[in-house]
């Protein structure tokens, strides 16, 4: 069984490209070849060769492999006992990171994953029809989710280049906190429990690391994303300050003009208009 998709136009952070399962005869091989996409290879029964970057790897049941794009591999079964095998092939800006959590990379190609049972699952479920193209589309990349987090449960994250410290990593911890939760009511304390930290210790760190309270943080991103929004003349100003988490509009507005300098309306007011884009244009056109 094998199937190739068109690239979504839907889903650009993660998509499923191809997916398929494989009883090999003996000695089957592929490559060596190039892949514009990721693929995933995850051994059900048997046994077989896995080659990159001048490595080798003798993979059996329970483990996968990882081709990355545009890097050369090959691979091929056993002649005694040949693999059974499924896989997925996918893409997207999310793709890397999410493999990086399982602790797969170009220089880590190899996991131990005894999901053998859920995995072949997975992929029976994207064989089944859907008459609807837009659902199925949804659907798949929902099942390309769960199979990545059986991947992720299985794996270590791989260390990065780069690494944060602990401290810029709970920083950006609370960054992205407050980006996903900006809207809500929330505490000091909720910020710290969501990161596992005592609240003042969190405080005092996150300040040293980045020179503003996560109070202060907290209030400019949700003016700064307000800002954005009065662009919007069908949202009143009680709209954009419940949008942006501030239950009393005259709350707000101060908070607004002390971050500012101008309250909402004067703010709003001040917005260029498509008018006067326009005259701008022909302005530079004569």
């Not at 004067?266 to 701008?280: F, G, I, K, V």
Request: charged share 25%; hydrophobic share 35%; proline share 4%.
């Amino acid at each position: 069984m094998i199937e190739y998709l068109p690239r979504s136009k839907l889903y650009t952070q993660l998509y499923l490209t191809q997916f398929g399962m494989e009883d090999c005869l003996p000695g089957h091989d592929f490559g060596p070849a190039v892949r514009t996409h990721y693929l995933f290879h995850y051994v059900f029964e048997g046994e077989g060769l896995f080659e990159v970057d001048g490595a080798e790897y003798r993979l059996a049941q329970g483990e996968g492999f990882l081709i990355c794009p545009h890097v050369v591999t090959y691979y091929r079964a056993d002649r005694s006992n040949p693999w059974s095998y499924g896989w997925i092939g996918f893409n997207g800006t999310l793709a890397e990171t999410l493999l990086a959590q399982a602790g797969l990379t170009s220089a880590a190609p190899v996991l131990r994953c005894g999901h053998n049972d859920r995995i072949r699952r997975l992929l029976q479920e994207m064989a089944e029809p859907c008459a609807d193209r837009k659902a199925r589309e949804t659907r798949l990349t929902g099942l390309l989710y769960l199979a990545l987090s059986l991947l992720v449960e299985c794996g270590t994250e791989a260390p990065r280049p780069s690494a944060l410290s602990r401290a810029e990593t709970y920083a950006e911890q609370v960054k992205d906190f407050i980006e996903m939760n900006f809207s809500s009511k929330f505490g000091m304390e909720d910020v710290a429990a969501s990161i596992g930290l005592n609240r003042s210790y969190l405080c005092a760190l996150f300040t040293r690391e980045t020179g503003t309270s996560i109070q202060d943080y907290l209030i400019r991103y949700r003016i700064d994303t307000a800002s954005a929004m009065l662009g919007n003349t069908d949202l009143s100003i009680g709209d954009i300050a419940r949008s942006v988490g501030y239950a009393d509009p005259l709350v707000f507005s101060k908070a607004f003009k002390k971050i500012t300098g101008k309250s909402p309306k004067s703010y709003r007011d001040d917005l260029p208009t498509e008018s006067d884009a326009e005259s701008d244009a022909e302005s530079d056109t004569e």
